[in-house]
């Protein structure tokens, strides 16, 4: 059975930090894309960064390249979102994700199949 677990969200003041997790289960790592997506309330979910757990290859959505960072550790099936200067516009629920290594660079949400069942992100002003 695939399962991805995130864990990490809470509150926290702008210019503040968060790391995300996403533990993956039941299904070759290496063979995926993970991808973090985000959805605030009113507003369509939508991709922020992803990676490929073959090559490393990582991608983000302009509205947080430079601020966020993903990573990997194969060894223990899981990524991580590192988020730095966060602001109140950031504040969503945030979803892990796997899909096929050809929707890594797009990340569109359709693209992915398996999802976590996300976690809360406020970022107060």
């Known amino acids: 059975e695939v399962q991805l677990v995130e864990s990490g969200g809470g509150l926290v003041q702008a210019g503040g930090s968060l790391r995300l997790s996403c533990a993956a289960s039941?299904?070759?790592?290496?063979?995926?894309?993970i991808g973090w997506f985000r959805q605030a309330p009113g507003k369509e979910r939508e991709g922020i960064s992803c990676?490929?757990?073959?090559?490393?290859?990582?991608y983000y959505a302009d509205s947080v390249k430079g601020r966020f960072t993903i990573s990997s550790d194969n060894a223990k099936n899981t990524v991580y979102l590192q988020m730095n200067s966060l602001k109140p516009e950031d504040t969503a629920v945030y979803y892990c994700?796997?899909?096929?290594?050809?929707?890594?660079?797009?990340?569109?949400?359709?693209?992915?199949?398996?999802w976590g069942q996300g976690t809360q992100v406020t970022v107060s002003s």
């Open positions: 039941g299904f070759t790592f290496d063979d995926y894309a």
């Open positions: 990676i490929s757990s073959s090559d490393g290859s990582t």
């Open positions: 994700a796997a899909g096929p290594l050809v929707a890594a660079q797009a990340m569109g949400v359709a693209d992915f199949g398996s």
